[in-house]
């Protein structure tokens, strides 16, 4: 089993930037890799980003040159990094990390881009 913790979420203005965190514990030998989900109201979870175990990343088109994900050291926490958000970046942001017979996920955490 593998537990995620995610916290920074919040509410900033359009232009702003926040930065979300999401650690592991548990079996976190287990894990191939991690990355940032989302759901905006209304619409399907969508990939944001991901990274493996060997350290690649990879980014929807929409957050490409805005948004950046990175891992601790300890490779057991990851972090993404928003600059530049827009309105619609708003959405509930999860963590998920994948293993070898499927993903966790964490409990989500609530990112509002507004004026």
């Known amino acids: 089993q593998v537990q995620l913790v995610e916290s920074g979420g919040g509410l900033v203005q359009p232009g702003g930037s926040l930065r979300l965190s999401c650690a592991a514990s548990g079996s976190i030998f287990s894990i191939l890799g991690m990355g940032w989900y989302r759901q905006a109201p209304g619409k399907q979870r969508e990939l944001v980003a991901t990274?493996?175990?060997?350290?690649?990343?990879n980014y929807a088109d929409s957050v490409k040159g805005r948004f950046t994900l990175s891992r601790g050291n300890a490779k057991n926490t990851v972090y993404l990094q928003m600059n530049s958000l827009k309105p619609e970046d708003t959405a509930v942001y999860y963590c998920?990390?994948?293993?070898?017979?499927?993903?966790?996920w964490g409990q989500g955490t609530q990112v509002t881009v507004s004026s």
């Open positions: 998920a990390a994948e293993w070898i017979a499927g993903a966790y």
């Open positions: 990274i493996t175990s060997a350290g690649k990343t």
